[in-house]
C-alpha cells in the first residue's frame, strides 16, 4: 500500500500562487506516474498534471498550461504543484494520485491506484 498526504492548499487571490505538495509513504519504490486532479464542487474529477517516475516527462491540462509546473523529488518521496496566475476556475479540491501498475491513460482517474485525501484550493476574484 502507498499513502499520500496532500498539503499547501488554501484561499488566495487571483493572480496570486500557491504551491501543493503530496507526500507519499508505505511501497514507495511500487510507484511510477504521479498525478494532480481536482474536482470543483458539482463537476466531476479532472486531471491537471502528470509527472513521470524520472520526472523528465510531464504533461498538463490546456486550462493550467503555462501557469502550473508539476516537479517531483523521489529522495523525498515527494510530488509538488507550483500554481502561478491562479483563476477564481482553479477553486476545487486538489487530489494527489498514483500509478503503481503502469498501465493506463494517465489523464485518466482509472490509471491510478492510490489517492491522497485532498486539499482545498480558493481563488477569490
Known amino acids: 500500500q502507498v499513502q499520500l498526504v496532500e498539503s499547501g492548499g488554501g484561499l488566495v487571490q487571483a493572480g496570486g500562487s500557491l504551491r501543493l505538495s503530496c507526500a507519499a509513504s508505505?511501497?514507495?519504490?511500487?510507484?511510477?506516474?504521479m498525478g494532480w486532479f481536482r474536482q470543483a464542487p458539482g463537476k466531476e474529477r479532472e486531471f491537471v498534471a502528470r509527472?513521470?517516475?524520472?520526472?523528465?516527462?510531464?504533461l498538463y491540462a490546456d486550462s493550467v498550461k503555462g501557469r502550473f509546473t508539476i516537479s517531483r523529488d523521489n529522495a523525498k518521496n515527494t510530488v509538488y504543484l507550483q500554481m502561478n496566475s491562479l483563476k477564481p476556475e482553479d477553486t476545487a479540491v486538489y487530489y494527489c494520485?498514483?500509478?503503481?501498475?503502469?498501465?493506463?491513460?494517465?489523464?485518466?482517474?482509472?490509471?491510478?491506484?492510490?489517492w491522497g485525501q485532498g486539499t482545498q484550493v480558493t481563488v477569490s476574484s
Open positions: 494520485a498514483a500509478q503503481a501498475t503502469g498501465v493506463g491513460n494517465t489523464t485518466s482517474t482509472r490509471a491510478y491506484d492510490y
Open positions: 509527472v513521470s517516475w524520472s520526472g523528465i516527462s510531464t
Open positions: 508505505g511501497r514507495t519504490f511500487s510507484v511510477s506516474t
